[in-house]
C-alpha cells in the first residue's frame, strides 16, 4: 500500500482517496488488462494453428485427388483397358505390350 501511496502521491488524486476500495480498483484494472492480453496472445496463436491445419488440409486433400485418380486409372485397366501400352496400337512399345494383372 505504501508503494502505491507514493506511486499516486503526486497525481491529482484528494488524500481521502487512496482508500482500500481505491487500490482494489487499480488491481481489478491491472489484472484486466493482463487478463486481455493473455487472450490476445491466446487469440493469435489459435489463428496460427488454424492456418497451419488448413494448410495440411489442402495437401492431404491434394494427396487424397491424387490417389484417387490413380485407383481411376488402375481401376480402369483391370476392365480391359491395358495400363502399360495399347496392345492394339501398331508402334512397339517397350516390352510392356501382356495384358492387365486380374485383379
Known amino acids: 500500500r505504501e ?17 482500500p476500495a ?33 494448410k495440411r488440409l489442402a495437401s492431404a486433400e491434394s494427396q487424397i485427388a491424387s490417389l484417387k485418380s490413380d485407383n481411376h486409372r488402375l481401376q480402369a485397366g483391370t476392365m480391359g483397358v491395358p495400363i502399360f501400352g495399347d ?5 512397339p512399345s517397350a516390352g510392356l505390350d501382356f495384358p492387365p494383372l486380374p485383379f
Open 87 to 91: 496392345v492394339t496400337s501398331s508402334a
Open 22 to 54: 481505491f487500490f482494489r480498483l487499480q488491481h481489478n484494472r491491472l489484472s484486466a488488462r493482463a487478463s486481455r492480453e493473455r487472450k490476445r496472445k491466446y487469440v493469435e496463436e489459435s489463428e496460427e494453428q488454424v492456418r497451419d491445419l488448413q
Open 3 to 19: 508503494k502505491l501511496e507514493r506511486r499516486y502521491a503526486f497525481t491529482e488524486f484528494e488524500p481521502g482517496l487512496l482508500t
